[in-house]
């Protein structure tokens, strides 16, 4: 913070210290607007924030089978490709038989 040199508006006449007036007003208005502007955003932060931890306070810890969210995924992205998903099955079926082939063998 920067300190007042009141020297300088004691030799000044009285137009001039009305005009110093009117922009120190000015300047008070201009930091209220942003001081406001600030403290609008920081507000809207911390809203946002608490609604974060909500949510999150809400959601299940644990899920089961049918409503994991990866397994949605999993379901959502079989029925966007399907033709990649039955591939993907059929070479996972392959590598379980020859996985269980190696263990019989054993």
Do not use: C, G
Not at 73 to 81: A, L, M
């Amino acid at each position: 913070m920067k300190t007042i040199n009141y020297d300088k508006y004691s030799t000044m006449s009285i137009k001039q210290l009305i005009s110093a007036l009117n922009n120190a007003e000015k300047k008070q208005t201009k930091i209220k607007e942003k001081l406001k502007q600030e403290l609008s955003e920081v507000k809207e932060l911390i809203s946002y924030l608490k609604s974060q931890i909500k949510s999150s306070l809400n959601k299940p810890r644990f899920y089961e089978l049918h409503n994991a969210p990866s397994i949605k995924k999993i379901q959502k992205y079989e029925n966007e490709n399907q033709e990649l998903a039955e591939q993907a099955r059929v070479e996972l079926n392959k590598e379980l038989k020859s996985y269980a082939n190696e263990n019989d063998n054993k």
